[in-house]
T-cell receptor
Framework: GAVVSQHPSWVICKSGTSVKIECRSL??????MFWYRQFPKQSLMLMATSNEGSKATYEQGVEKDKFLINHASLTLSTLTVTSAHPEDSSFYIC??????????FGSGTRLTVV | RKEVEQDPGPFNVPEGATVAFNCTYS??????FFWYRQDCRKEPKLLMS???SGNEDGRFTAQLNRASQYISLLIRDSKLSDSATYLC???????????FGKGTTLSVSS
């Protein structure tokens, strides 16, 4: 079936550094990728939608200069958390729509900023 | 008001119990409806789609009432392995992002 590979699974970084999260579609072409964030005991909140070859669309309240999204190819979308701070610590997960298998999710990245 | 609202949890039930989860959504134009299961901050996994005619998958029964914008999930004969967070999910339009409820935590004990 359709698989989205997300890396890293977890990362610990120092405050002020940047972290890149990658999502690769392994056996299908993902023209669109949704990026979500989930804080403890909260729902998955849509942060942004990335589209191959065009600018990402950000949800209200999400800083586009802080959360850089790149969708350079049909199989790779990346989210870079720039100048990370402890309040950015969260579970980040990507999802690609529209395959015959429905929506496919990456396995998620647990980011801890210390 | 959040677009998808779910029962506050947690639900703590013994094995073999029947448990029901409820969910309401605010956007009447929503087109597709789902229940997902999420284990311990892992990725959510599709449990079942929800249709107006109601649908059943083994011990799980889902129901959609478009008029009242209400979705339900019934789990019969609960197993320990059913312990998880159940997410009510709607989709406004095919190909757009899924909208998640906060989730209801179920804990099944022996």
């Amino acid at each position: 079936g359709a698989v989205v590979s997300q890396h890293p699974s977890w990362v610990i970084c120092k405050s002020g550094t940047s972290v890149k999260i990658e999502c690769r579609s392994l056996d299908f072409q993902a023209t669109t990728m949704f990026w979500y964030r989930q804080f403890p005991k909260q729902s998955l909140m849509l942060m942004a939608t990335s589209n191959e070859g065009s600018k990402a669309t950000y949800e209200q309240g999400v800083e586009k200069d802080k959360f850089l999204i790149n969708h350079a190819s049909l199989t790779l979308s990346t989210l870079t958390v720039t100048s990370a701070h402890p309040e950015d610590s969260s579970f980040y997960i990507c999802s690609a729509p529209g395959t015959s298998y429905g929506y496919t999710f990456g396995s998620g990245t647990r980011l801890t900023v210390v | 008001r959040k677009e998808v609202e779910q029962d506050p949890g947690p639900f703590n039930v013994p094995e073999g119990a029947t448990v029901a989860f409820n969910c309401t959504y605010s956007n009447s134009a929503s087109q597709s409806f789902f229940w997902y299961r999420q284990d311990c901050r892992k990725e959510p996994k599709l449990l079942m789609s929800v249709y107006s005619s109601g649908n059943e998958d083994g011990r799980f029964t889902a129901q959609l009432n478009r008029a009242s914008q209400y979705i339900s999930l019934l789990i019969r004969d609960s197993k320990l392995s059913d312990s998880a967070t159940y997410l009510c999910v709607v989709n406004r339009q095919a190909g757009t992002a899924l909208i998640f409820g906060k989730g209801t935590t179920l804990s099944v004990s022996s």
